[in-house]
């Protein structure tokens, strides 16, 4: 199971809009709609923030948005806040191992 | 508020057996319906999944790290384990547990992970 690709970093100032890819197979992110996000900032353990594709958990801000097209789901972070620097991973179920992608760095800029 | 603290040995030498235990607090390992994962993140690298349990004692691991892979459960300690055997540099990393699912409202969705340890530092040296 190889990790899924995730583009290296991005970055955006402040109120922007910044939209983070995670390209799989249809043996994972095309396969199953249990595509989940997390951010992760330095020293500290990820933070889920989006499951089931497009899902938000409780106290995670609206702005954080999540949708799948084919093998390839999407994070979007809108309105752009100081506080979503971070690093942000995909995680796909792929029918009982789960796979991560390679991780994304967002930077506001 | 459930919560998960990673303990174990934080150095171990090539070809030895890396032990590492998950406690669970503030609710039972037992309950819910979920598993429970062991996640790891080498230095400066991506999270890699390595396996889960569930309280019956049902696993499922990596098909990368299976062979060396054992993740074990204590429902009297309300606590989950990690083996890896004859390890390398390669397998220093941080070492995370985590529930197996995003719980709300008395629902619980599956495939996510809602709540991590903090993380302990595994090196792998002579």
């Known amino acids: 199971q190889s990790a899924l690709t995730q583009p290296r970093s991005v970055s955006g100032s402040p109120g922007q809009s910044v939209t983070i890819s995670c390209t799989g197979t249809?043996?994972?992110?095309?396969?199953?709609?249990?595509v989940s996000w997390y951010q992760q900032h330095p020293g500290k353990a990820p933070k889920l923030m989006i499951y089931d594709v497009s899902k938000r958990p409780s106290g995670v801000p609206d702005r954080f948005s999540g949708s799948k097209s084919g093998n390839t789901a999407s994070l979007t972070i809108s309105g752009l806040q100081a506080e979503d620097e971070a690093d942000y991973y995909c995680c796909s179920y792929a029918g009982s191992p789960y796979v991560f992608g390679t991780g994304t760095k967002v930077t506001v800029l | 508020q459930l919560q998960l603290q990673e303990s174990g040995s934080g150095l171990v030498k090539p070809s030895q057996t890396l032990s590492l235990t998950c406690a669970v607090s503030?609710?039972?390992?037992?309950?819910?319906?979920?598993?429970w994962s062991w996640i790891r993140q080498p230095p400066g690298k991506g999270l890699e999944w390595i396996g889960y349990?569930?309280?019956?004692?049902?696993?499922y691991y990596n098909p990368s790290l299976k062979s060396r892979v054992t993740i074990s459960v204590d429902r009297s300690k309300n606590q989950f384990s990690l083996k890896l055997s004859s390890v390398t540099a390669a397998d220093t990393a941080v070492y995370y547990c985590?529930?197996?699912?995003?719980?709300?409202?008395?629902?619980?969705?599956?495939?996510?992970?809602?709540?991590w340890g903090q993380g302990t530092m595994v090196t792998v040296s002579s």
């Open positions: 503030g609710g039972s390992i037992s309950s819910g319906g979920y598993s």
């Open positions: 249809s043996s994972d992110v095309g396969g199953y709609n249990y």
């Open positions: 349990i569930y309280h019956s004692g049902s696993t």
């Open positions: 985590a529930r197996n699912a995003y719980c709300s409202g008395g629902s619980c969705y599956l495939h996510a992970f809602d709540i």
